[in-house]
């Protein structure tokens, strides 16, 4: 498994300073080395998990009960008009 630091950072959709670039190409080598090591485990006897360790919910009850009202809801808005939030457009 070979990866190039530039590979990962187009993967990851994030901007590296050069010096950012420097300091992090040795850290990723090392990550990948030790991906590696883990590759060459045998998995063959041991059943797939979504968890290490079993799971229960405990979730409450989804029973109907008071809401916060129109002005509950807007007190700690930054901003909002006619009854709304006012969010910064983020589609063009």
């Known amino acids: 498994m070979e990866m190039d630091l530039s590979r990962a950072v187009k993967l990851a959709r994030i901007e590296l300073t050069p010096e950012e670039e420097q300091r992090l190409a040795p850290q990723l080598?090392?990550?990948?080395?030790?991906?590696?090591?883990?590759?060459?485990?045998?998995v063959s006897d041991v059943e797939p998990t979504a968890h290490a360790t079993p799971l229960s919910n405990v979730m409450r009850e989804d029973e109907p009960r008071e809401s916060l009202s129109q002005e509950e809801a807007l007190r700690n808005a930054p901003k909002t008009a006619n009854g709304l939030f006012v969010v910064p457009k983020i589609v063009e």
């Open 29 to 42: 080598g090392e990550v990948l080395q030790y991906v590696e090591k883990l590759n060459e485990l045998d």
